[in-house]
């Protein structure tokens, strides 16, 4: 299996401010025939499902705000949040979808 | 807008059964590969299994092969989840989502299944 670890696992963030997440895959997830990197980015709030924010480790899924971004390739990406608003309080996970089974990161907690 | 509403989960005993429903709307229900996703108490979230968009194949996490079966029917767009032989590790929220693209697009808001004695 693919394992997914993420950094930091938490981080408090002042409003306005930028929050950044590291995500690392134990092997590449870029696929050499599309050269897309099969890596997407969850936000999970209490209580609701999780919210795809990003696929293809940059792309933003439509209606997720623009201060949201991601990077990457290979086995090392991030998420960022730019602008910290305090509707992005969550937990966020990344996840490769490389293979089977598919695998998430122990998630990182983002707080104010 | 497209809806995954989730049922079917309660407090079983151990060694018990349970089945879970998937009423999929709003969209192309059979176009979409279908997946069951997990999360215990306190963790992140766990895959447990797929079915094809028609149904031809699953693939299940080693953790539930040979106890878990994933099914769909597209006449009634619903997915379901036979879960036997219960342990208290498959205690957890167990999320339905879509696929089209090999990532999870929409997850259902989840059915809470319990497995104590």
């Known amino acids: 299996d693919i394992v997914m670890t993420q950094s930091p696992d938490s981080l408090a963030v002042s409003l306005g401010e930028r929050a950044t997440i590291n995500c690392k895959s134990s092997?590449?997830?870029?696929?050499?025939?599309?050269?897309?990197?099969?890596l997407a980015w969850y936000q999970h709030k209490p209580g609701q499902p999780p919210r795809l924010l990003i696929y293809?480790?940059?792309t933003r899924e439509s209606g997720v705000p623009d201060r949201f971004s991601g990077s990457g390739s290979g086995a090392d990406f991030t998420l960022t949040i730019n602008s910290l608003q305090a509707e992005d309080v969550a937990v966020y996970y990344c996840?490769?979808?490389?293979?089977?089974?598919?695998?998430f990161g122990q998630g990182t907690k983002v707080e104010i | 807008q497209v809806q995954l509403v989730a049922s079917g989960g309660g407090v079983v005993r151990p060694g018990g059964s349970l089945r879970l429903s998937c009423a999929a709307s709003g969209f192309t229900f059979n176009a979409y590969v279908m997946h069951w996703v997990r999360q215990a108490p306190g963790k992140g979230p766990e895959w447990v299994a797929v079915?094809?968009?028609?149904?031809?194949?699953?693939h299940y996490a080693d953790s539930v092969r040979g106890r878990f079966a994933i099914s769909r029917d597209n006449s009634k767009s619903t997915l379901y989840l036979q879960m036997n032989n219960l342990k208290a590790e498959d205690t957890a929220l167990y999320y339905c989502?879509?696929?089209?693209?090999?990532?999870?697009?929409?997850w259902g808001q989840g059915t809470l299944v319990t497995v104590s004695s």
């Open positions: 079915i094809w968009s028609d149904g031809t194949n699953q």
């Open positions: 996840q490769q979808y490389y293979r089977t089974p598919k695998t």
């Open positions: 989502a879509s696929d089209i693209k090999g990532y999870f697009e929409s």
């Open positions: 293809w480790a940059s």
């Open positions: 092997q590449s997830v870029l696929y050499s025939s599309d050269n897309k990197n099969y």
